[in-house]
């Protein structure tokens, strides 16, 4: 593969998710910075938010809504996806390895990543449920 040529507006994009723990949509990507970068297109964003997910330089995650959201942190972590609101909540688990070692020995084959979501309705949604009765 060539080497890359260096993109502004990409590098942007990928500052803007490192500084974030929201997991934006393309959509808020796109709003943020058309302070900074008044004429970036909404397909421009689109497009290195594709490319960065590509290249590993960050992770796109699905939430069932139908938009995707986006992540800066590549640390190991899991996610908590409310089922009613499609939040997106960081978890640090400490016993993950565990499980994959586990999961290692009953695959077919080599592991090579895995991405773990946990879905459920946040404390939030939870309490609006209460409140409502």
């Not at 080497?3 to 990928?14: D, G, I, P, T």
């Not at 500084?19 to 808020?28: E, G, I, L």
């Not at 990507?29 to 397909?43: A, K, M, T």
């Not at 190991?76 to 640090?92: A, E, G, L, T, V």
Request: proline share 4%; glycine share 6%.
């Amino acid at each position: 593969m060539p080497a890359l040529k260096y993109s502004r507006q990409r590098e942007a994009v990928k500052h803007f998710l490192m500084t974030r723990r929201d997991h934006p949509t393309a959509d808020t990507v796109y709003h943020c910075l058309r302070e900074e970068f008044p004429n970036i297109s909404l397909g421009t964003v689109y497009r290195n938010l594709t490319l960065l997910s590509e290249l590993g330089e960050i992770n796109r995650i699905s939430t069932g809504s139908g938009a995707e959201h986006f992540d800066g942190d590549l640390s190991p972590h899991q996610h908590f996806i409310c089922s009613r609101c499609h939040r997106i909540y960081d978890i640090r688990m400490n016993r993950v390895d565990a499980l994959l070692d586990d999961v290692q020995k009953a695959a077919p084959g080599r592991i090579e990543s895995c991405r773990l979501n946990f879905y459920g309705v946040c404390d939030e949604c939870a309490s609006n449920d209460f409140n409502e009765n």
